[in-house]
Nanobody, 122 residues
Framework: QVQIVESGGGLVQPGGSLTLSCAAS????????MGWQRQVPGNARELVAT???????HVAEAFKGRFTISRDSANNTAYLQMNGLKPEDSAVYYC????????????????WGQGTQVSVSS
């Protein structure tokens, strides 16, 4: 079993910063990719950023220059540094991870966290 837990959300003023954390735990042989998506009620979930276990990153165009993704591979933790936050960044941010649980059965599965609310308002 694998658990994904996000933290770091909250209320911040426009122009402020937040860092979200995502920790994967449980039976993990390899965490291939970790990433963040976000969702505003009534809208589809949208990709924010991903990072591979080799450190390759992808940040969606809409967030380049403001958001940075990083990870601590030894601890199966990913971070999303968000700067210059705008009211339209208010959303629930979800972490997901593509994980191989056991070396003996190298099947990749995708896991999701429960989400963390980010609210940007003055």
């Amino acid at each position: 079993q694998v658990q994904i837990v996000e933290s770091g959300g909250g209320l911040v003023q426009p122009g402020g910063s937040l860092t979200l954390s995502c920790a994967a735990s449980g039976t993990i042989f390899s965490t291939l990719v970790m990433g963040w998506q976000r969702q505003v009620p009534g809208n589809a979930r949208e990709l924010v950023a991903t990072i591979t276990n080799g450190g390759s990153t992808h940040v969606a165009e809409a967030f380049k220059g403001r958001f940075t993704i990083s990870r601590d591979s030894a601890n199966n933790t990913a971070y999303l540094q968000m700067n210059g936050l705008k009211p339209e960044d208010s959303a629930v941010y979800y972490c997901n991870a593509r994980i191989i649980e056991r070396k003996e059965t190298p099947v990749m599965r995708q896991y999701w966290g429960q989400g963390t609310q980010v609210s940007v308002s003055s």
